[in-house]
């Protein structure tokens, strides 16, 4: 038993707990989750709205490929005027905000650019002029927001060639216009696409040169910074060539020193295994989506787990991909936060519990030992009142002059009730008694009157039985002698001789006693021994039984004597029947009884119950049929009282055996020692 003072503080701690902890899990997993979830959302949100960004600010590639086209069917761009050719290509850029510039690059390798520059302070363009004759010259010209002049100055190590570069080569090669792959601009050394046109020379319709537009893509990178992807999350656009094209840490993209040729960091080379695991769950790379199509990926880096999405741009000019990513951690960090205050407040409900319920239980428990002090009495039969303190609460106060009350009724009832239990004990005793001596008198009436019955229906069975048999015997025994006899008054002698031995038989398996192995077979088989048409021969040591071996014994011999004469080898011509007894060193004695044919005949060839031929399994079988219903049963019992053991068998010849096996304790007595007792 527990004190409540210990339990009531336990409980209410153990209620508080579980339903936290159950309102904590469902909640935790819960917004796991929805967070999960939401950051899958997240990611996938963060890249199609830079794929939209992208797209739209790709749009005005289109334009520009509008416009080197016009450029390249018109004649101003082969006109001998330099100076005329750049005020246009500023014009065009004053015009296009999109465009960061624009030029001419001959076939001769001299070259005019225009773009939009701000390193020299005041300048807000840039123009580039190569001029390859008489000798190679690079001049560079900065110009004011009203495309005035501010400083121009010669570059002699200036090694630019337009006929080497990208744009050039692709649009020689197309012979139209064309969009180049990303690529670091020589100048500007920033990430961008052209659009190029080749040009022809009217006059000879051989290539005059090309003509290209530079859209600058860093834009894109400074959008990918804007986004809000968390502390540690990160977006790239990777091009086909898995080139990072732009970053949300721009500083990141282009690879290589002032004096070496730019280009474009690869997707594994910046140092951030989250974006290589992440664009590599896509099996095959960026072909492994159509345009337009976002996948989501789930990747551990270093033990830790992110969130990522890679979508495709729809153009099919433009085969990049958006990748954004942000860790689980980051994700889950609001709910953990809560989770940890939660737990927090948590606590310190657990702990203000356990200190109100032990007050409480400390205000409850003092009356209530009392009243269990109280009860303690009353169940030990004392009805004296105990001292119970004051109570705080109405019920406590009722059930405190509720047990009063009943103390004092129980000490007046408890009076009377001895003296009424101790008349009624005196009747109750005398009553038993005479119930007890009838119940006695009445169950052994019971006994004796059913094994009455029960022995008057064995008796009458047995009898019903043994005259049966008896009949049998006789009818058996009548038919073999009809046989032999060649009158009517033969016939009549043998069958009365016969008959008399029958009757001599009966009688020894009737009242058995202190009787030879042998006396006992020969009484049962003599009414057949003098028969010509059977063969029986006895052989065994001299062994004498007690009267209840020799009882049990006569009757399971008489019982396959008349099963014999009835259907087997004592009912034919040519029978034979064989009884050999034998006793071993342990004191069992063994009857061994054969039936068989001398003319190779069937010993049980017909149905006892018919008459008519069958085809039994066995011999065996056909015996069990022979020896069914109370003979059957009246073996059984006999071999069951002896403590024998009883074992049919088929013989190959056509006949049966049975063996029975038996202790006897007066089987080591001689014939002699039999006849001299009393």
């Given at each position: 038993?527990?004190?409540?003072?210990?339990?009531?503080?336990?409980?209410?701690?153990?209620l508080?707990?579980?339903?936290?902890?159950?309102?904590?899990?469902?909640?935790?997993?819960?917004?796991e989750?929805?967070?999960?979830?939401y950051?899958?959302?997240?990611?996938?949100?963060?890249?199609?709205?830079?794929?939209?960004f992208?797209?739209?600010?790709?749009?005005?590639?289109?334009?520009?490929?509008?416009?080197?086209?016009?450029l390249?069917?018109?004649?101003?761009?082969?006109?001998?005027d330099?100076?005329?050719?750049?005020?246009?290509?500023?014009?065009?850029?004053?015009?296009?905000?999109?465009?960061?510039?624009?030029?001419?690059?001959?076939s001769?390798?001299?070259?005019?650019?225009?773009?939009?520059?701000?390193?020299?302070?005041?300048?807000?363009?840039?123009?580039?002029?190569?001029?390859?004759?008489?000798?190679?010259?690079?001049?560079l010209?900065?110009?004011?927001?009203?495309f005035e002049?501010?400083?121009?100055?010669?570059?002699?190590?200036?090694?630019?060639d337009?006929?080497?570069?990208?744009?050039?080569?692709?649009?020689?090669?197309?012979?139209?216009?064309?969009?180049?792959?990303?690529?670091?601009?020589?100048?500007?050394?920033?990430?961008?696409?052209?659009?190029?046109?080749?040009?022809?020379d009217?006059?000879?319709?051989?290539?005059?040169?090309?003509?290209?537009?530079?859209?600058?893509?860093?834009?894109?990178?400074?959008?990918?910074?804007?986004?809000?992807?968390?502390?540690?999350?990160?977006?790239?656009?990777?091009?086909?060539?898995g080139?990072?094209?732009?970053h949300?840490?721009?500083?990141?993209?282009?690879?290589?020193?002032?004096?070496?040729?730019?280009?474009?960091?690869?997707?594994?080379?910046?140092?951030?295994p989250?974006?290589?695991?992440?664009?590599?769950s896509?099996?095959?790379?960026?072909?492994?989506?159509?345009?337009?199509?976002?996948?989501?990926?789930?990747?551990?880096?270093?033990?830790?787990?992110?969130?990522?999405?890679?979508?495709?741009?729809?153009?099919?000019?433009?085969?990049?991909?958006?990748?954004?990513?942000?860790?689980?951690?980051e994700?889950?960090?609001?709910?953990?936060?809560v989770?940890?205050?939660?737990l927090?407040?948590s606590?310190?409900?657990?702990?203000?519990?356990?200190?109100?319920?032990?007050?409480?239980?400390?205000?409850?428990?003092?009356p209530?030992?009392?009243?269990?002090?109280?009860?303690?009495?009353?169940?030990?039969?004392?009805?004296?009142?105990?001292?119970?303190?004051?109570?705080?609460?109405?019920?406590?106060e009722?059930?405190k002059?509720?047990v009063?009350?009943?103390?004092?009724?129980?000490?007046?009832?408890?009076?009377?009730?001895?003296?009424?239990?101790?008349?009624?004990?005196?009747?109750?005793?005398?009553?038993?008694?005479?119930?007890?001596?009838?119940?006695?008198?009445?169950?052994?009436?019971?006994?004796?009157?059913?094994?009455?019955?029960?022995?008057?229906?064995?008796?009458?069975?047995?009898?019903?039985h043994?005259?049966?048999?008896?009949?049998?015997?006789?009818?058996?025994?009548?038919?073999?002698?009809?046989?032999?006899?060649?009158?009517?008054?033969?016939?009549?002698?043998?069958?009365?001789?016969?008959?008399?031995?029958?009757?001599?038989?009966?009688?020894t398996?009737?009242?058995?006693?202190?009787?030879p192995?042998?006396?006992?077979?020969e009484?049962?088989?003599?009414?057949?021994?003098?028969?010509?048409?059977?063969?029986?021969?006895?052989?065994?040591?001299?062994?004498?039984?007690?009267r209840?071996?020799?009882?049990?014994?006569?009757?399971?011999?008489?019982?396959?004597?008349?099963?014999?004469?009835?259907?087997?080898a004592?009912?034919?011509?040519?029978?034979?029947?064989a009884v050999?007894?034998?006793?071993?060193?342990?004191?069992v004695?063994?009857?061994?009884?054969?039936?068989t044919?001398?003319n190779?005949?069937?010993?049980?060839e017909?149905?006892p119950?018919?008459?008519e031929?069958?085809?039994?399994?066995s011999?065996?079988?056909?015996?069990?049929?022979?020896s069914?219903g109370?003979?059957?049963?009246?073996?059984?019992?006999?071999?069951t009282?002896?403590?024998?053991?009883?074992?049919k068998?088929?013989?190959?010849?056509?006949?049966?055996?049975i063996?029975?096996?038996?202790?006897?304790?007066?089987?080591d007595?001689?014939?002699q020692?039999?006849?001299?007792?009393?």
């Amino acid at each position: 038993m527990r004190s409540l003072r210990v339990v009531l503080p336990l409980m209410l701690v153990a209620l508080q707990a579980i339903a936290i902890v159950v309102i904590f899990g469902l909640t935790t997993f819960a917004s796991e989750d929805v967070l999960l979830s939401y950051g899958d959302r997240l990611t996938q949100k963060f890249a199609q709205d830079t794929t939209a960004f992208t797209e739209s600010f790709l749009d005005p590639a289109d334009d520009a490929a509008a416009l080197s086209q016009r450029l390249a069917e018109s004649a101003v761009v082969t006109a001998t005027d330099p100076d005329r050719l750049i005020r246009y290509f500023y014009e065009i850029l004053r015009s296009k905000s999109d465009f960061s510039g624009i030029y001419y690059g001959a076939s001769d390798g001299s070259f005019i650019f225009v773009n939009r520059d701000h390193s020299v302070d005041g300048a807000t363009y840039r123009s580039k002029r190569i001029v390859t004759q008489p000798t190679r010259r690079v001049e560079l010209t900065y110009y004011n927001a009203l495309f005035e002049p501010i400083v121009k100055r010669d570059d002699p190590a200036d090694s630019f060639d337009p006929r080497q570069r990208i744009w050039y080569e692709d649009a020689v090669k197309a012979g139209t216009v064309v969009w180049t792959k990303p690529y670091v601009f020589f100048s500007a050394r920033r990430p961008g696409i052209t659009v190029a046109t080749p040009v022809t020379d009217p006059s000879s319709a051989k290539l005059a040169g090309v003509v290209g537009i530079d859209i600058e893509i860093d834009a894109v990178s400074h959008f990918l910074d804007s986004l809000e992807i968390g502390e540690n999350g990160s977006a790239a656009v990777i091009s086909e060539d898995g080139d990072i094209i732009a970053h949300r840490d721009a500083s990141v993209i282009v690879e290589g020193t002032a004096d070496e040729e730019p280009r474009f960091a690869r997707f594994d080379e910046i140092g951030d295994p989250t974006l290589v695991a992440v664009f590599e769950s896509l099996p095959s790379g960026i072909e492994s989506l159509a345009p337009g199509e976002a996948r989501l990926a789930r990747v551990e880096v270093d033990g830790s787990w992110w969130r990522g999405a890679v979508q495709r741009l729809r153009g099919s000019r433009t085969p990049w991909a958006v990748v954004t990513y942000l860790p689980e951690d980051e994700i889950l960090a609001p709910l953990k936060r809560v989770r940890d205050l939660g737990l927090g407040v948590s606590l310190l409900v657990l702990v203000l519990t356990a200190i109100a319920g032990a007050l409480f239980a400390r205000a409850v428990t003092r009356p209530i030992k009392a009243l269990a002090a109280q009860a303690d009495r009353i169940a030990d039969g004392r009805f004296e009142d105990v001292a119970i303190p004051s109570m705080y609460f109405t019920e406590l106060e009722r059930t405190k002059r509720a047990v009063r009350r009943a103390t004092r009724w129980l000490r007046e009832f408890m009076a009377r009730n001895e003296a009424l239990t101790s008349e009624l004990r005196q009747a109750g005793e005398a009553l038993e008694r005479r119930v007890d001596e009838r119940t006695s008198e009445l169950a052994k009436v019971n006994a004796e009157l059913a094994e009455a019955n029960e022995a008057s229906r064995l008796l009458a069975q047995e009898l019903d039985h043994r005259v049966k048999n008896l009949f049998a015997m006789t009818s058996a025994l009548v038919t073999l002698s009809a046989r032999e006899a060649g009158s009517a008054r033969e016939l009549k002698r043998i069958a009365c001789d016969r008959i008399a031995a029958l009757s001599r038989a009966h009688s020894t398996s009737k009242n058995p006693t202190t009787a030879p192995l042998r006396d006992i077979v020969e009484a049962i088989v003599r009414p057949f021994a003098d028969l010509d048409s059977v063969e029986v021969t006895l052989d065994g040591p001299a062994l004498v039984l007690d009267r209840g071996e020799a009882g049990s014994l006569s009757l399971i011999l008489y019982e396959l004597a008349t099963n014999a004469a009835k259907y087997g080898a004592l009912a034919k011509d040519g029978g034979r029947l064989a009884v050999d007894w034998s006793k071993s060193d342990d004191g069992v004695v063994h009857l061994v009884w054969t039936e068989t044919m001398r003319n190779g005949a069937k010993a049980y060839e017909r149905s006892p119950n018919t008459g008519e031929d069958d085809e039994p399994a066995s011999h065996e079988a056909e015996h069990a049929a022979a020896s069914s219903g109370f003979g059957s049963q009246l073996i059984d019992a006999m071999t069951t009282s002896l403590g024998a053991s009883l074992d049919k068998h088929d013989l190959a010849e056509g006949g049966i055996r049975i063996l029975l096996s038996f202790p006897s304790k007066e089987a080591d007595r001689t014939e002699q020692d039999g006849e001299a007792s009393p």
